[in-house]
């Protein structure tokens, strides 16, 4: 079983800032990318910011210069520093994680998602 629980929104007033976390466990044998993806009202699920195991970093257009993506390898967490936050940014925010999972013998490669967690930003 693998778990991806997220963690740190909540309501900020404009030009705010949030940090959110997302923290991997069970039986993992190694995590690759991880990401985090936003889901407003209304509209489909666009990718925030990624991050491979070496720490490499990619962020969607409407968030460069902004927010700030990283990991630490140890612990299986990513995390999300938003900063100057804009109405628009209001959304559900979920973790990803391509990861190797294991289960006795047998392993496997797969995508998991955390459960999501609210970010609204309002005056």
């Known amino acids: 079983q693998v778990q991806l629980v997220e963690s740190g929104g909540g309501l900020v007033q404009p030009g705010g800032s949030l940090r959110l976390s997302c923290a991997a466990s069970?039986?993992?044998?190694?995590?690759?990318?991880m990401g985090w993806y936003r889901q407003a009202p209304g509209k489909q699920r666009e990718l925030v910011a990624g991050i491979t195991s070496g720490g490499r970093t990619g962020y969607g257009d409407s968030v460069k210069g902004r927010f700030t993506i990283s990991r630490d390898n140890a612990k299986n967490t990513v995390y999300l520093q938003m900063n100057s936050l804009k109405p628009e940014d209001t959304a559900v925010y979920y973790c990803?994680?391509?990861?190797?999972?294991?289960?006795?013998?047998?392993?496997?490669?797969?995508?998991?998602w955390g459960q999501g967690t609210q970010v609204t930003v309002s005056s």
């Open positions: 069970g039986s993992i044998f190694s995590i690759y990318a």
């Open positions: 990803n994680a391509d990861l190797t999972h294991y289960s006795g013998s047998y392993y496997g490669r797969d995508d998991y």
